[in-house]
């Protein structure tokens, strides 16, 4: 399906569903000390019956969701947590859950010289008493902010509904609205036939390793003709009836289909020329006469490939009544007998580090995560949903940024929409202005860096983040500091100038610059001294 000609991207992405009946409102709710309001989608699942459920192997959903809500003791120091799978609220009593915290039991697998750290002065970090280190949870869902309101949806997947559309309940609201009618899919009546021409039973399911608001994430294997099983791989199920607004998008062959699979077809198919290898490739402590890298495979300077090497492709998509189903590579190491799982992403491999990575490990992931971020805005796109459990781990180093369920092109007039997270949303956002999605995916990306530094978020409520840097006494300038700062700052500086803690923290408060326009762009990030050596700034 995918090696069709590439889709054509155009920067003015104006052609949403047009609703065909009047917009309905929805009663607006608080979301913690972030201070918004939100306006629920109001889809009421409780009112009627689910999504019938496929057949698959019963496995423990690798997340569960968290109650957010405060207690008494809780509201005088409003906090955010660390684990951030798109925060949502839900007043439903059937949701109220005690927050889980998943840590992993062993780091990444990364060659020695990058495991090991740079220097023996660095140790754990001590938090004064008057910052405490924020609250961290375990959740998979996802906000999205209209114009400074957030939609609410559940955390699990419905399981049997009808086939007739969902009537969703009207309340009024003054703030900004949500089209129902663009936020489902096309009716059967608007098809002719289902994409793909697939069906999820051609593929043997081994379990469930996570699941949010929109969909679920399984590790699957294709059933071949001789009826064997192919290599792994992973299946994102998207449920239908709960794509945003803005999450759709016209395709000239496909009809209206999710901006997510239409963004992945288009950097699957894009040529990408493979270029000198960089200064922060994860094979720069192996000998000069190894070829090999981070991919596993040959890097050969002026090759053209498909797609970028971190950025997840997609290899195969198709849908049935009720889900979207992307079909994509597996790329995290296999779990070992008898060995603790290796972390599967930049989250958990920050829980093995709680104080912050080694400097080396730094800059190997910041440079590939700002290398693929750059080629995407090359392209027009951007993510919207920049974080650190974005970006999977795969072997000796390398790291996949995955999920486009919230990007989008870029677009003239911006966005008053956001469907992403808190943690990673940028002062105009969480004031609720417009926004033109490159400056948020570097402040994303810069919580990102900050985050893999001192092993918290920098800003634990919207008025610290309103402040950024700007004060030397902010909490998040202050643990920047304790890490980087006071004599540390040439702390794991490689021989070709790259890598010190001082220029990391040079690099993260360049992103996280309050004021829109100050922000580095992407192309500019990876000129950093940070992450290219000497001769950056």
């Known amino acids: 399906m995918l090696s069709a000609s590439p889709i054509g991207i155009t920067f003015d992405d104006d052609d949403w569903i047009a609703p065909p009946h009047a917009p309905r409102l929805y009663r607006t709710a608080s979301v913690g000390s972030w201070g918004v309001t939100s306006i629920g989608r109001g889809f009421d699942w409780a009112a009627q019956a689910d999504l019938p459920k496929v057949q698959e192997t019963p496995t423990q959903p690798a997340a569960e969701l968290v109650d957010l809500r405060q207690t008494e003791s809780e509201k005088s120091t409003p906090t955010l947590g660390r684990k951030h799978h798109h925060i949502f609220l839900d007043r439903s009593p ?90 489902r899919p096309p009716s059967p009546s608007e098809t002719q036939h289902f994409l793909g021409g697939r069906n999820i039973s051609e593929y043997f399911i081994e379990r469930e390793i996570g699941r949010g608001a929109y969909g679920l994430v399984k590790r699957a294997r294709e ?59 994860p094979s720069r402590f192996k000998g000069p006469n190894d070829e090999t890298t981070a991919t596993g495979s040959e890097w050969k300077e002026g090759q053209v490939v498909k797609g970028h090497p971190n950025i997840c492709p997609l290899l195969d998509f198709f849908e049935d009544n009720h889900y979207y189903y992307l079909i994509l590579p597996s790329t995290t190491p296999e779990h070992l007998p008898n060995e603790p799982p290796p972390p599967s ?21 910041l440079g590939q995560i700002a290398d693929a971020i750059s080629f995407l805005h090359a392209q027009g796109i951007v993510h919207r949903d920049i974080k650190d459990e974005n970006v999977v ?9 995955i999920d486009f369920g919230s990007s989008g092109l870029v677009k003239k007039g911006g966005w008053d929409t956001f469907s992403g997270t808190l943690d990673y949303a940028g002062p105009e956002i969480l004031r609720g202005e417009r926004y033109y999605g490159k400056e948020q995916d570097v402040w994303a990306f810069g919580v990102v860096a900050y985050v893999l530094l001192v092993g918290e978020c920098p800003f634990m409520t919207a008025a610290e983040a309103q402040e950024g840097f700007e004060s030397p006494f902010a909490n998040a300038s202050i643990s920047l500091d304790e890490r980087c700062a006071e004599g540390k700052e040439k702390e794991g500086e490689e021989r070709d100038g790259g890598g010190a803690l001082g220029d990391a ?19 500019r990030i990876l000129q950093s001294r940070f992450l290219i050596g000497e001769g950056g700034w």
Request: with cysteine.
């Open 223 to 281: 059933f071949l003709p001789d009826g064997s099983l192919g290599p792994p791989l992973v299946i994102k199920q998207v449920i239908k009836s709960r794509i945003l607004a803005d999450c759709w998008k016209k395709h000239p062959k496909h009809g209206t289909i999710p901006i997510e699979i239409y963004v992945m077809s288009a950097i699957s198919n894009t040529a990408y020329v493979l270029p000198p290898r960089r200064p922060w490739d």
């Open 345 to 365: 992403d930049l989250f958990d491999l920050v829980e093995t580090y709680p104080q912050g990575l080694p400097p080396a490990m730094i800059r190997t992931y």
């Open 393 to 401: 781990l795969g072997s000796n180093g390398k790291c996949i940024l």
């Open 505 to 523: 923290a040079m690099l993260v408060r360049a992103c996280l610059q309050v004021e829109v326009a100050a922000r580095p762009t992407c192309e």
């Open 94 to 183: 059937a949701l109220k859950t005690k927050p889980i915290l998943m840590t992993s039991s062993s780091p990444q697998t990364l060659p020695q010289a990058i495991c090991r750290p740079i220097t023996p002065s660095v140790q754990p970090l001590a938090r004064s008493p008057s910052s405490p280190r924020p609250r961290r949870r375990s959740s998979q869902q996802r906000v999205s902010l209209i114009a400074g309101r957030v939609s609410i949806a559940p955390i699990d997947p419905p399981s049997p509904t009808p086939m007739l559309t969902e009537n969703l309940r009207r309340t009024p609201s003054s703030g900004s609205i949500l089209s129902v009618a663009s936020t």
